[in-house]
C-alpha cells in the first residue's frame, strides 16, 4: 500500500515538473519575443514638410528658378516601409535673359530609403507661362528620421538642376 502511495506521489510530482517545464519556455519565449524591434516600431520620417528650392544662378545664368513648395509624405502605405510615396504643390518665380514669370507646379513621386540618404523621383504637371508644361524631377534627399532638416539636390523641369532645403513637420 505505501509504495501505490509513493508511487502516485512520484508520478504527480513528474507531471507538475513537465507542466513547470512546458510553462516556463512558454514563458522565456514570449519576453524574447518582446525584447525584439519589429519594423513598425522604427523612427520614421514626419509626414509634412516645406521646401525651398533654387536653380543653377551661376552655373546658366540663361535660366534662374526658385519655388517653394508644400511636400505630403505616405511611409509605407502602398509600397512598403522602405518606398515612400509623396505628394507636393508648390509656386515657383523663374527668369532669364528674355523674360520672366511665375509657374506653379503639382507632382506625385516616391522616396525611397528608410534612413538618412534617399533616392526622390517626381513627375506632375506644371504651369509656365500659362501653358501646361510635364514637370518632373530626379535627385539626391538627405533627411534623417525624426529630423525638421530637409536637404535636396537634383535635375528637373521647371526646376532645372536644383539645389534645396526643407523644414518638416
Known amino acids: 500500500m505505501l509504495s501505490i502511495i509513493t508511487y502516485k506521489s512520484y508520478m504527480a510530482n ?36 516645406l521646401n525651398l528650392s533654387i ?28 518606398i515612400s510615396s509623396i505628394v507636393d504643390v508648390g509656386v515657383g518665380f523663374e527668369t532669364h535673359w528674355g523674360d520672366s514669370g511665375p509657374f506653379y507646379m503639382a507632382r506625385y513621386g516616391i522616396l525611397i530609403g528608410n534612413k538618412k540618404p534617399h533616392l526622390e523621383v517626381k513627375a506632375g504637371a506644371a504651369i509656365v507661362y500659362n501653358e501646361l508644361h510635364p514637370s518632373f524631377s530626379i535627385g539626391y534627399r538627405s533627411q534623417k ?15 532645372t538642376l536644383y539645389v534645396g532645403w526643407g523644414v518638416s513637420f
Open 14 to 49: 513528474k507531471i507538475t515538473n513537465r507542466y513547470f517545464i512546458i510553462l516556463a519556455i512558454l514563458l522565456s519565449q514570449s519576453v524574447i519575443a518582446q525584447s525584439i524591434k519589429s519594423d513598425s516600431s522604427k523612427s520614421k520620417m514626419y509626414n509634412n514638410s
Open 55 to 82: 536653380g543653377p544662378g551661376g552655373i546658366l545664368i540663361f535660366f534662374l528658378p526658385a519655388a517653394i513648395y508644400y511636400e505630403r509624405m505616405f511611409q509605407g502605405k502602398l509600397f512598403g516601409p522602405k
Open 145 to 159: 528620421p525624426q529630423s525638421n532638416f530637409i536637404f535636396r539636390t537634383g535635375v528637373g523641369w521647371p526646376e
